[in-house]
């Protein structure tokens, strides 16, 4: 797995139209800016949009890996936005609502870029082993949003029905040896139930978690720490260990949490 994506908690979208936002980014602590030219962004504003993310990212944003997402395949601004993504400074591109892996390997391969793919249709779900394990692709990312709205869940369902569809993602990755991320808390001030949902995200597996506000950053990063108490318990246990199941703080241990612990070090030390 590529370290750098690896390492991503928190990826902000922001609409490339935004640029109060594009600036506004540049002082924020997430690890990974998305500069939407899809859904936050209204057709008339299309080809602005799309200018406007290919010189943010000329200009960059740091130490954040700056990603742009496209419209998708089937979209009229399709084709002009893989031009230019192509011709950018983008480190990533982010393709949505992919549902096979010929696609998500067509815009790679066109992009010539590491390409995130959304899941985030009932078929791209079905679809995501292959799309995860498609040549081009370096990570996954949720669409809760457009997963429930396709799925045709009531409003505010939560996680519980998409549980089957996100770890179906994270299952995905992780046989493909790629990053995942979860989809993003839409209550722009419930940052309880944000910091709730990102634990959630992180027991599922996930790596990180896609926002949509900078308030959101700092829960996300938390979540997906590690925290100093679990650096402290897995230093302690690569310490103590010695191999074979063995008695740690009472509980067993084994080689597998070795390994898990080593990771969650050189995770936190990165
Ligand atoms: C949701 C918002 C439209 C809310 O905007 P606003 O009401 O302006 O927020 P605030 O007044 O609280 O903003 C405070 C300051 O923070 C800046 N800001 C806000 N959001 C961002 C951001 N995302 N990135 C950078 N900076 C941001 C404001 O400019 C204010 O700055 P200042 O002037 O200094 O006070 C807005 O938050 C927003 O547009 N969010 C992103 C929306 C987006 O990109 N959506 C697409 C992806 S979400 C999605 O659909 C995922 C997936 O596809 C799915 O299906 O689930
Ligand atoms: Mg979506």
Redesign the pocket.
């Known amino acids: 797995m590529n370290t750098i994506f690896a390492d991503v908690r928190s990826a ?4 490339a139209s ?1 640029a ?3 600036e ?2 540049r002082g ?1 602590p997430c690890d990974m800016v ?1 500069l ?1 030219l ?3 962004v209204k057709p008339d504003d299309k080809q602005a949009a799309r200018e406007a993310a290919v010189a943010a990212v000329a200009e960059g944003f740091g130490p954040r890996i700056a990603a742009i ?1 496209l419209n998708g395949s089937d979209s009229v601004w399709h084709a002009d936005d893989v031009a230019a993504v192509r011709a950018s400074h983008a480190a990533v591109v982010v393709l ?1 609502k992919v549902e096979s892996a010929a696609e998500a390997t067509r815009v790679a391969d066109a992009v010539g870029k590491p390409l995130f793919a ?1 899941i ?1 249709t009932p078929a791209g779900v079905l679809a995501a082993v292959g799309i995860a394990a498609a040549h081009g692709v370096a990570g996954l990312i ?6 429930a ?1 396709t799925l045709r869940l009531p409003p505010d369902a939560g996680r519980a029905p998409l549980a089957l569809s996100l770890q179906t993602i994270v299952l995905a990755a992780r046989a493909a040896g790629i990053v995942a991320l979860d ?2 808390w839409n209550r ?1 001030a419930d940052l309880d139930g944000l910091a709730e949902d990102a634990r959630a995200g992180r027991a599922t597996g996930f790596d990180g978690k ?6 959101h950053i700092a829960p996300a990063n938390t979540a997906f720490g590690p925290t100093p108490a679990e650096l402290e318990d897995a230093r302690a246990l690569v310490e103590a260990a010695t191999g074979g199941a063995e008695r740690f703080r009472d509980r067993m241990i084994e080689t597998m949490h070795v390994d898990a612990a080593k990771r969650l070090i050189a995770r936190g030390e990165r």
Request: aromatic fraction near 2%.
């Open positions: 902000l979208y922001l609409p935004n109060r936002a594009i506004k980014a924020l998305i939407d899809e859904d936050a997402r949505p959304m985030e949720a669409g809760s949003n457009d997963l709205a989809g993003v722009l896609t926002l949509i506000h900078p308030n």
